[in-house]
């Protein structure tokens, strides 16, 4: 028999869904994700990108802050309590042409469903070097507005990776803390970024673009974490040290969306893009999207969790209004 809804995707969005979805009675099966070597290079271990951090401070509820991990099994918890079943593995394909959807997960399960609700969510991109990967909470992050408050970086030099609308938003952002930031990019230009944002970053006395260039290495110690950077430029080879205790690398987000194929409408960085204003809705009825999945801009665990809470409401209301109870 078809399941009434499923959930594929295991952060802030996916949690919450299954909370509301379970509480209503819709006894939803969540797809964590597998635990798998792939899933851990990659950063998509369940539990999802909370999983990966220390101390999160930004989350409604805990004054005092809460540690990822922490946060994340509470809400695992909380909607396993109400009744959500939970599956450890990848959704590897799904059917999406034919009704109810039929979807095959990395074990070779096929589970049908009436409704889905993805929040697969999203990786920040990295640059791909062994030391970044030694230093990540230890200086090394992909997000200003998660990171850039925090006692390490305050009034200290802070280097920004990138030359898109993401280095723009995460430098301006940054120049509230830091003493300077240091834009490293490859181009000459930020002719990626729009170019208002752009303008804004560059016309900052706090900040010195060092452009034509690239990180070939990110330099600390156990004991301080990262300390600086060392900076390669393209065009001459020669190469120079800055000191920061701090790197924001921002070249883009990649959606978890792959195993959906085409068959659901995409932005053209592949984020699902939502049909109607203020729903989660997508280009396929029945099935609904929450979290950094489809949320290029904001990309916090609060507004995944919102989302996430919408598109069970939404999936509900469907489903009543399809008569399946
Ligand atoms: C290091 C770091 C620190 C951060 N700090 C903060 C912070 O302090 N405050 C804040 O608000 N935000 C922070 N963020 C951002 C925040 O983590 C994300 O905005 C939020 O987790 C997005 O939630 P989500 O539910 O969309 O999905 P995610 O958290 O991305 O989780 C999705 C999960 O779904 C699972 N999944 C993926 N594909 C499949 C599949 N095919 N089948 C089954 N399961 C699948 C994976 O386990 C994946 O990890 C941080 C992010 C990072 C990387």
Redesign the pocket.
Known sequence: MAEKLVI???????WTAAIYAARANLSPIV???AISEE?RLRG???????N??TE????PGFPDGIL?PELMTRMRDQAERYGARIITE???SIDLKQTPFVMTDSSGKQTEAHSVII????S?NYLGLESEQKFK?FGV???AV??GALPRFRNKPLVVVGGGDSAAEEGNYLTKFASNVHLVHRRESMSKASKIMAERLLSNPKVKPVWNSTVVEVVGDEEKGMTGVRVKNLLSGEESHIEAPGMFVAIGHTP?TK?LGDQLELDPKGFILLKDPFRTTTSVEGVFAA???ADPIY????T?AGM?CKAALDAERWLAAKGIH
Do not use: H, R
């Open positions: 594929i995707g295991s952060g802030p969005a996916g797809y964590e994700g899933n998509t271990l369940p539990l999802g990108q909370l990966l951090t999160v401070e930004n989350f990822g990848d959704i590897v929040s697969t969510g999203a920040a909470n992050s992909a997000c998660c990171d978890n195993f979290g950094d999945v990309k916090q665990a609060i995944a996430g």
